[in-house]
């Protein structure tokens, strides 16, 4: 018989975040990396946010959606959950899940064997905002294996081509050269620290010159 399938624009289920820790952390990598690709339409990540895979049933009995997942080669657009069979088939290239006391063992075996054997999702990394405890998983011939840190203690993301490592007790992305990933308020602090220094050479360089008995004004 043909399969029945639900609506396609279905509402996310989420429950509230444990705390404030986590939602402030969520929004931290959304942030960077909407930043970050500013230019790019070619992905959607979310955070707390409902992912459909089975138009047999609405959602798995055991499973929520994850803290923090990318999806990419996909349309960059609002949406209010992820309908698998909406969107071509896919599932998230990475997902990231922020643990707690209530949800940890949830995180570290549940959640990743639908990660690993339903999603086939090519990498999983979970973090805990207070222990800091950090840990990822690359898919690799159908089996989570761990990533191995580098001298920094971060993990290589091969899906978004970035480090994930923490940064003053966040987790944050760094460059495949090992520079933090700014947010858009960093960003423009570096840039007017930046012209700030700028002026303070050329202020120097005047009063060189005058100094010498030039007009700067003149040149």
């Given at each position: 018989e043909d399969i029945?399938?639900?609506?396609?624009?279905?509402?996310?289920?989420e429950l509230p975040l444990e705390s404030y820790l986590h939602l402030q952390q969520i929004l931290l990598l959304i942030k960077c990396l909407d930043w970050l690709w500013q230019d790019r339409n070619d992905y959607f990540d979310a955070g707390n946010l409902t992912i459909y895979y089975s138009p047999h049933q609405k959602k798995s009995s055991d499973f929520r959606g994850p803290d923090f997942f990318v999806v990419?080669?996909?349309?960059?657009r609002s949406r209010k959950s992820w309908v698998?069979?909406?969107?071509?088939?896919?599932?998230?290239?990475?997902i990231v899940e922020l643990l707690s006391s209530s949800t940890a063992k949830t995180d570290r075996t549940e959640k990743k064997k639908i990660y690993q054997e339903i999603f086939r999702t090519p990498e999983y990394f979970w973090f805990d905002p207070e222990s800091l405890e950090f840990q990822g998983f690359a898919l690799i011939q159908g089996t989570y294996q761990p990533i191995t840190p580098n001298d920094m203690?971060?993990?290589?993301?091969?899906?978004?081509?970035?480090?994930?490592?923490?940064?003053n007790r966040q987790l944050r992305f760094f460059s495949p050269d090992g520079v933090l990933v700014p947010t858009p308020e960093e960003s423009?602090?570096?840039?007017?620290?930046?012209?700030?220094?700028?002026?303070q050479q050329k202020d120097k360089l005047a009063a060189k010159l005058r100094e010498?008995?030039?007009d700067p004004e003149q040149l």
């Open positions: 029945e399938f639900p609506p396609g624009d279905l509402e996310s289920q990419l080669d996909t349309e960059r698998v069979w909406e969107e071509g088939g896919k599932y998230p290239n990475i203690g971060h993990l290589w993301s091969e899906q978004l081509q970035l480090f994930l490592g923490i940064e423009a602090t570096e840039a007017q620290q930046q012209l700030e220094v700028e002026r010498l008995g030039i």
